[in-house]
């Protein structure tokens, strides 16, 4: 096992800057996820670091041996595909042993190696049969088991989970991370899925247009993100983002006034006048049925249910404020029961609220 380090690594195509100043160092044993919306670079990241593709600029190390004139064959890395990359004619368990049978690995710690990993993965009555004869989630799980089988100093995983099923995939996320509890190798991980990375992650590292946006573990971003766009990203459902105007008193949304406390008044000072975007997460805003329970740290806006969306435990309702195009999420509880049409007074609690430039998507209150 290794810890990897990237150092200013750029990647251009042609005039096309896929990935810039990209700096971070996964400390050994660690499992980091790489995530963003699609063409952010999270991609071209993990292919750099397996050897696919090389640097335009910037060094890479695993361990302490620099890594950027080195073959993908002698990184000691393993990767594992989206799309499994299962050799059809192979059985289980000679797909397991390819790897190490290149290496000439001896046959009898090729059998073993194979028969521990088949049993870690629950597939050791599965050893005989082809890839086709098995479903998405063992398929998986034969590509995971052949990467394991080599010992490798580094996994690296590409979206491995996105051709199962909701069920499966939940599943097998839970299986993988304590696949890594067990074996504890350094391991970076590729996903779109905010759910995945939040789940999964030991530290998330969000990217956005070949950027780093926020580095930090799954809570920490999600409290507290650095922009609008981590802010958006993360969170199932995801941050409310209201359009405002900053005025003294508070700020205008839609023609309603959010009024704020003197505290945050004069913290947004500077900003009066100004176009900005609130962003206040679901579990932060409650429905106001008693107007004295009104506290100084929150806020009222009256709203219309358009959809209600029943999930069980809880419901989520999308409402929207009266003559704009805003969009509302808010959780309530299994219990409570509305229509679309009916007209609510949300309380929106100030101590969570985030203030974004409305231009940049920088964070401008809380501070940084």
């Known amino acids: 096992m290794a810890n990897v380090r990237l150092e200013d690594i750029k990647r251009r195509f042609n005039n096309v800057t896929a990935i810039e100043d990209i700096s971070f160092e996964i400390p050994d ?10 063409g952010c670079g999270k991609s071209t990241i993990l292919r750099t670091i397996a050897g696919l593709e090389t640097a335009t600029s910037g060094k890479l190390f695993i361990g302490d041996r620099l890594m ?99 069920q499966l995939r939940d599943d097998t996320r839970a299986e993988l991370k304590q696949l890594h509890q067990n074996v504890g190798i350094t391991t970076v991980y590729v996903t779109h899925d905010q759910v995945e990375a939040m789940t999964l992650a030991d530290q998330i590292v969000v990217l956005n247009r070949g950027r780093i946006q926020q580095i930090g573990d799954p809570q920490s971003i999600y409290a507290n993100p650095a922009n609008q766009m981590v802010a958006s990203f993360l969170g199932n459902p995801p941050m409310n983002i ?18 704020i406390p003197t505290t945050l008044q004069a913290k947004l000072q500077l900003h009066q006048g100004k176009s900005v975007d609130l962003g ?18 929150s806020a009222l806006l009256s709203v219309e249910v358009k959809v209600v969306e029943p999930l069980g435990r809880e419901t989520l309702i999308r409402a929207s404020v009266p003559d704009s195009s805003v969009l509302l999420n808010v959780q309530v509880g299994g219990a409570v029961r509305l229509h679309p049409g009916d007209r609510l007074s949300l309380q929106l609690d100030l101590n969570h609220l985030f203030v974004f430039d409305s231009t940049t998507g920088d964070r401008i209150f809380p501070g940084k």
């Open 29 to 38: 044993g660690e499992f980091w996820v790489l995530v963003g919306p699609s």
């Open 280 to 297: 206040i997460r679901p579990e932060h805003i409650t429905i106001n049925t008693d107007s004295a329970a009104i506290t100084e740290n």
């Open 68 to 166: 950027n004139n080195i073959p993908a064959r002698q990184r000691d890395v393993a990767m594992v595909f989206q799309n499994y990359a299962l050799y059809p004619h192979m059985t289980v368990a000679e797909n397991i042993a390819f790897g190490m049978q290149m290496r000439k690995v001896d046959r009898k710690v090729i059998q073993d190696r194979v028969l521990n990993v088949a049993r870690s993965l629950s597939l050791e009555h599965l050893l005989d049969r082809k890839p086709k004869q098995l479903s998405g989630g063992q398929q998986q799980r034969v590509a995971l088991g052949r990467a394991i089988a080599r010992q490798p100093q580094v996994f690296l995983l590409d979206e491995p989970l996105s051709n199962l099923d909701a």
């Open 242 to 259: 209201l359009p405002a105007i900053a005025q003294y008193e508070g700020f205008n949304v839609s023609g309603q006034l959010l009024e």
